[in-house]
């Protein structure tokens, strides 16, 4: 089947049941997701599906061919990091690091519909991705950050990035 991934098609043989994760992992060497759960509730095996985050590890690599996944590796813009990407850097909201590219990710999806999300919007739409380290007030700011300087930048990146 062919996958387009971080807009690139790619033809992969794999078993359609095969979780997406394990593809990205194993097959193509795409290692920021993560395994955390299994079960889709942790958040670290966050991707993007057509812009709207979901659990790469419970979704069948068979529902995603002929969609559009974009995956942390492929955030940036060549050295220039997403503006989420620097805010997490820049608010220092990591610290192990496990849970940084699903909680990015997450907060890229929710910028996509609320570019100046309240911190109760974001609280709830990142409430399924589970920090160990509890940087979450840094993780909030970050995604403030992010909102101001993706709104003040808008026509300097490419549309697939914003």
Known sequence: MDLTINGQRTAIKSDPERPLLWVLRNELD???????????????????????????????????????????????????????QQA?????????????????????????????????????KLDGNVCRCGTYNRIVEAVHKAGAAMHASVKEWPAAHR
């Open 88 to 124: 997490f850097i820049d608010c220092d909201a990591m610290q192990c690091g496990y849970c940084t590219c699903g909680m990015i990710l997450s907060a890229v999806a929710l910028l996509h519909k609320s570019p100046t999300p309240s911190d109760a919007e974001i609280k709830q």
């Open 30 to 84: 795409l290692t920021g997701a993560k395994y955390g759960c299994g079960e889709g509730q942790c958040g670290a095996c966050t991707v993007l599906l057509d812009g709207v985050a979901i659990r790469s590890c419970i979704t069948p690599v068979y529902t995603v061919a002929g969609r559009e996944i974009s995956t942390i590796e492929g955030l940036a813009d060549g050295e220039r990091l997403h503006p989420v």
